[in-house]
């Protein structure tokens, strides 16, 4: 089931390397159209409750998981057999998007891209209702430097999508006291 991560990206197009925004990002590795697939994010496809059971957001100072929600179904970890895709950062004006095709998760340039840019797409990730501010601005702080920066990156209030997957904290309530250290963002 092993899908060709080669196949996956376009040549060139991807350079990873350290970011502004957080950790390592992936940037323009050459000029990219609008509309350019750029690569398959790819990874071990688990269900939520696996997901869940993996990572526990409450014990982050900085949410850090490669989990990608692709439906109620499957969400893809890309900690696990993933590729350069799990660097690209978020931010809120991005240049890039996650397209969803029959479960598979591509990102694409939503517009022209100059050589250099760094490659974000909105991870939207998605609520649970249960976020305080504190975990909206800090947990899922966002500093993507943009005009329109939402300081976060939850999904806008009604319009979340299951795009990037939030963990639900309900479950960790309990641990979120404890506040065990945090753990370095990539
Ligand atoms: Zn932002």
Redo the contacts with the bound molecule.
Sequence with gaps: MARSTMKATAQGALVIKRSKIAGRGGFAGRTIKKGERLIEYVGERISHAVADDRYDDASMRRHHTFLFAVNRRVVIDGAVNGNESRWLNH??DPNCEAVIEKSRVFIEAKRDIRTGEELCYDYAFERDGSETDEDVFQLYG?K?G?KS??GTILAPMKKAKSKKKAKAKTKSKAKTKAKTKAKAKK
Aim: aromatic share 0%; proline share 0%.
């Design positions: 931010a809120c966002c993507c943009a920066c939402r």
